[in-house]
């Protein structure tokens, strides 16, 4: 009786052991999972709230099952950008406002079904529900691809349109809202100006009408009643679209902070404040933030970045020069440099400050956060070598430390990408000779360096990207310091005709002896047009085939 009890006591205590090991485990895996957790809470809380828009008729049955299939789109949404596009999930804001756009375009189509409906009622169309194809649900993708990216933008549109096929309990009405979607995405794909929506509505209609031909087509309704108010709502949606996401994205522009390629191409505008205020006040920095423009484009190009944002934040990358711009190489007019009566640490410092400066500046005129991030990291952390230098040949202890930019290192590419253009093309100038071989050789340098400092450790270079970027550097820079030909001066007296010649310089004698030259020409009745023997003073000088290698011309 006594050995019972105490089997089974220890069985007791090895079960509460194991459910405490259990406790402890599950413990564990929240706290390392917790931000996923969190956002499968974000997930479900999305479901529920789709699975309310698209609810046609009350029931337990259809909104349970339609919060679970919202709640699996939903999920298989998070897992593709988890995978794909990983740089989202670290910032909550853009998760956010990408479930929102889910849940809104959801709304907005509840919303513009309403309004439609009773359009339809008040045109006395024929009875049916032709005016569905009126509902601007590409809408979403739109935004989706001016916001995010064109990978998200497929993606949303494949869970709208699933959303939208139970909310309308029509499988059919699924294939139309997704050919509309990626339609409404490509035709933003290279939106650069507001008016570009336009045309993105434009393309929607004329997809719409097609696709809405189709679907009347399989269900018999092609030569029907229903036919034309089907076709007229359908071609009604991408003005719908256009129009809607022309209020809408400045909206989430400004209260989410966020910067599509149509803002920044209104920041390449020359008549902005801060554009103009460097033109006049710093010339040679805005020569030099130009072909760092140029060069930061093309290799964004090369590497699949954004060569649009590559270029602006080029441009306004050394909009701190604007406070001392005479301390900076480019702007000075003297041969002489007010560095000369500066201690090197002094010189440092004012050079640092430039990107402080421009970090406040950019705050000032509000520039986007992306543009005052890059300015802040254009430097990184590296080291101001020729003070640097200058230092240590004054006094022996000095800490690299103390001449190094206070960073942060480039986090993007686009970053890294304007920091090797600005440190290529600053070198660049001070080529002698800029043949291709040096100037390869340059650019290899240049970018070596600051692989070995560590200052593009914290983006998303690879190897092969540095490869390419070095080329397309290589390539613009050899294109920019082309060797040209300095043609010999053209001997205008020669080619100008010799009678006329004649003529008005006797035109210009006094009035006695213009009677007598007028009477000379007479005359000689046309005896200057004959042909005149040739001397050798006449004989053409033997021609040049190489003129750039004749010891009389140089290259400017």
């Not at 509309?180 to 650069?192: D, E, P």
């Not at 600051?450 to 550097?473: A, M, N, V």
């Not at 050899?478 to 006329?500: A, M, Q, V, W």
């Amino acid at each position: 009786m006594k050995n019972g009890t105490q089997k089974s006591s220890s069985k007791g205590l090895q079960k509460a052991f194991e459910a405490k090991d259990i406790w402890s485990r599950l413990k564990e895996y929240m706290g390392r999972h917790r931000d996923d957790i969190y956002k499968i809470i974000v997930l479900i809380a999305l479901g529920l709230i789709a699975a309310l828009i698209i609810q046609e008729k009350i029931g337990i049955d259809r909104f349970a099952g339609s919060f679970l299939i919202a709640a699996v789109i939903l999920f298989i949404v998070y897992k593709d950008i988890r995978r794909y596009k990983p740089g989202y999930l670290r910032d909550y804001k853009m998760l956010l406002l990408l479930g929102l756009l889910v849940t809104g375009t959801l709304l907005l189509g509840r919303v513009y079904e309403y309004l439609l409906s009773g359009l339809h009622r008040g045109l006395a169309f024929p009875d049916g529900n032709a005016f569905i194809y009126g509902i601007p649900i590409p809408i979403g993708a739109m935004l989706v691809k001016l916001i995010f990216d064109f990978h998200t933008s497929i993606i949303f549109s494949f869970a709208i349109s699933l959303l939208a096929g139970i909310w309308l309990n029509d499988p059919l009405y699924t294939a139309y809202v997704f050919i509309g979607s990626l339609t409404a995405a490509f035709g933003v794909a290279r939106c650069k100006r507001r008016s570009a929506l336009i045309k993105g509505g434009m393309y929607v209609s004329v997809v719409n009408v097609a696709t809405a031909g189709i679907i009347l087509l399989l269900n018999g309704n092609l030569i029907s009643q229903m036919s034309p108010s089907a076709f007229l709502f359908a071609a009604l949606s991408g003005i719908m679209v256009s129009a809607t996401v022309s209020i809408i994205l400045p909206v989430i522009e400004y209260i989410f902070g966020i910067t599509t390629d149509i803002s920044l191409v209104e920041l390449l505008d020359l008549d902005q404040p801060l554009m103009r205020n460097l033109m006049i006040t710093a010339p040679g920095t805005y020569h030099h933030s130009v072909i760092v423009g140029n060069l930061a484009e093309a290799a964004a190009e090369a590497v699949d970045a954004n060569p649009l944002l590559a270029r602006v934040t080029a441009y306004y990358h050394d909009i701190g020069k604007i406070k001392m711009p005479e301390y900076f190489v480019e702007n000075q007019t003297t041969t002489a440099s007010k560095h000369d009566k500066l201690t090197p640490h002094m010189s440092s410092m004012i050079l640092i400050s430039h990107v402080k400066e421009g970090v406040e500046l950019a705050k000032q005129y509000k520039l986007p956060k992306l543009i005052t991030d890059i300015i802040q990291q254009h430097h990184g952390t590296s080291l101001i070598a020729y003070f640097y230098q200058k230092a240590i040949e004054q006094a022996a202890d000095v800490s690299h430390e103390n001449y190094r930019y206070p960073g942060p290192k480039p986090q993007t590419r686009v970053a890294a990408l304007v920091m090797m253009a600005d440190a290529v093309e600053a070198a660049s100038r001070a080529l002698t000779d800029p043949t291709p071989a040096r100037i390869s050789a340059l650019v290899d340098r240049i970018i070596n360096n600051i692989f070995l400092d560590g200052q593009i450790d914290e983006c998303e270079l690879t190897l092969k990207d540095i490869s390419e970027i070095k080329k397309r550097f290589t390539y613009i820079l050899t294109s920019i310091f082309h060797r040209r030909i300095e043609y010999p001066e053209l001997d205008i007296k020669g080619l100008r005709n010799p009678e006329k010649t004649t003529f008005e310089a006797g035109i210009h004698k006094n009035p006695a002896e213009r009677g007598s030259f007028v009477m000379s020409l007479l005359q000689n009745n046309g005896n200057n047009n004959k042909k005149q023997p040739k001397t050798d003073k006449d004989k053409p000088a033997p021609h040049r085939e190489h003129p750039e290698k004749s010891p009389e011309t140089s290259n400017p």
